[in-house]
């Protein structure tokens, strides 16, 4: 990971941030750290921090913490303190409607990459997703990276 690049990051990447065991764990608390820093500049949009907050709160409940909702709503929080949020704009998401037929993925990760693009940076995602798999000729013309590069 270039500490020069800029990054607009998925779901799983932040998430990967409250997962101790997740794959691609310390990658990923590396580039926050040198975020914070301001070495890395990193993105995020407001999907992204929606499905944030309901997946850390399943996260955080399922541990059997009594604040998970709080706990998920901070990380959020802190993920827009870190990451600055990207307003979407027309053309990302008529982009984003154009990458959900070709590509067949979330929508959440459609408007990651449409971002992405837009801005001229890279995506930044955890790993290849399955639905990524038989979609992958097409995945890699796009600007996106994977912290954990296994298919």
């Known amino acids: 990971m270039k500490s020069s690049k800029s990054y607009v990051i998925e779901t799983s990447v932040a998430l990967a941030y409250i997962v101790e065991n997740a794959p691609g764990r310390d990658k990923v608390v590396e580039i926050f750290n040198i975020a914070k820093k301001g070495k890395v500049k990193l993105y995020t949009v407001y999907p992204v921090l929606s499905e944030l907050l309901y997946v850390a709160s399943k996260i955080y409940s399922a541990t059997g913490l009594a ?3 709080k706990m998920a709503l901070d990380l959020v929080l ?3 303190n870190v990451a600055e949020v990207v307003e ?3 053309n990302i998401a008529l982009r984003t409607g154009e990458l959900k037929k070709l590509l067949g ?3 959440t990760d459609c408007y990651v990459i449409a971002t992405a693009e837009a801005l001229s940076v890279t995506a930044l995602f955890l790993k ?3 639905e990524m798999k ?9 600007p996106i990276e994977f912290i954990v590069k296994t298919l």
């Open 67 to 69: 604040e998970h909702n």
């Open 88 to 90: 979407i704009t027309l």
């Open 78 to 80: 802190w993920i827009k």
């Open 134 to 142: 038989k979609r992958i000729h097409l995945i890699e013309k796009l």
């Open 105 to 107: 993925i979330a929508l």
């Open 128 to 130: 290849i997703k399955e």
